[in-house]
């Protein structure tokens, strides 16, 4: 049973460009979030789709917008690049009405380095 | 609002020696409380969890006991290995935000044979 799956794992943007990152979340998995984790500290909560609508976000600006597609899957898209967006930006999965039995599971991100 | 604090490292220990990572939370509600540990290049993996007061959560050697009395999740190990290096994250969510889990700064832990 595959886990969550990201892609790609890294890549490399100049500032002002857009980027998309791509998750699969894991069988039986209908909640998605997604999490930006800067160098040496703890992940930072973007925001959260269930029902292909973001249900809650974090403290992140308009620049970062998602989706998800009716098979789970989601992505986020990050416009108007900036230096300080370069982090590894991780997805994690959960079935929403069991969560608390099971926590999230993650995937083992994409790093993007802005230049 | 929702917070997690927890001891700041890094921390390096002798392989054998016995771990306590501090982690104390402040939240509304009751939370579900997680270890989450980060190895190098990688996502993070649950390493154990807690959903009510005086729960015991237990993997791999690791424990972490909820209590409520202290808003405190400390993990421990008895016995540390070379392989246990890595980052451990403190964590919680509320059922009424299970949507938004709250993770604290990390804590970067190096076992040395």
């Known amino acids: 049973d595959a886990g969550v799956t990201q892609s790609p794992t890294h890549l490399i943007k100049t500032r002002g460009q857009q980027v998309t990152l791509r998750c699969s979340p894991k069988?039986?998995?209908?909640?998605v979030s997604w999490y930006q984790q800067a160098l040496g500290q703890g992940p930072q909560f973007i925001f959260q789709?269930?029902?292909?609508?973001?249900?809650q976000r974090g403290n992140f600006p308009d620049r970062f917008s998602g989706h998800q597609f009716p098979n789970y899957s989601s992505e986020l898209n990050v416009n108007a690049l900036l230096l300080g967006d370069s982090a590894l930006y991780l997805c994690?999965?959960?079935?929403?009405?069991?969560?608390?039995?099971?926590?999230?599971?993650f995937g083992s991100g994409t790093r993007l380095t802005v230049v | 609002g929702n917070s997690v604090t927890q001891m700041e490292g890094p921390v390096t220990l002798s392989e054998e020696a016995f771990l306590t990572i501090n982690c104390t939370y402040t939240?509304?509600?009751?939370?579900?409380l997680f270890w989450y540990v980060q190895y190098p290049g990688e996502g993070l993996q649950l390493l154990l969890k807690?959903?009510?007061?005086?729960d015991k959560g237990s993997n791999k050697g690791f424990e972490a006991t909820y209590r409520k009395e202290t808003t405190s999740f400390h993990l421990e190990k008895g016995s540390v290995q070379v392989s246990d290096s890595a980052v451990y994250f403190c964590?919680?969510?509320?059922?009424?935000?299970?949507?938004?889990?709250?993770f604290g700064p990390g804590t970067s832990l190096s076992v040395i044979p």
């Open positions: 994690a999965s959960s079935p929403l009405k069991l969560w608390g039995n099971y926590g999230y599971t």
């Open positions: 069988s039986g998995h209908d909640t």
């Open positions: 789709y269930y029902e292909e609508e973001e249900r």
């Open positions: 939240a509304t509600g009751y939370p579900s």
């Open positions: 807690a959903t009510k007061a005086d």
């Open positions: 964590a919680l969510g509320t059922k009424t935000s299970y949507d938004k889990v709250i």
